[in-house]
């Protein structure tokens, strides 16, 4: 799992969708209670997403390239 400093914690799950979580933090950077949504995104959707806040964009096969990395094993 990764974590922001935000609050927000990202989980890949085995079928290569992304659950994504944000959580209430105190001053301090603790977490200080139940999550304040989570949402899970098929393998697509999360490739979408990348391709999509990259430079590049989702064109030019961003979306395909960004497929291809998540999906790849290491």
Do not use: C, Y
Not at 19 to 45: C, M, P, Y
């Amino acid at each position: 799992m990764f974590h922001t400093n935000q609050g927000l914690s990202f989980d890949r799950l085995k079928d290569g969708s992304v659950r994504v979580i944000k959580r209430e933090h105190d001053d301090q950077g603790r977490e200080t209670g139940e999550a304040l949504f989570a949402v899970t995104l098929d393998a697509n959707s999360w490739a979408s997403v990348i391709a999509s806040m990259s430079k590049r964009g989702g064109d030019s096969g961003g979306f395909e390239r960004a497929k291809t990395f998540h999906e790849s094993p290491i």
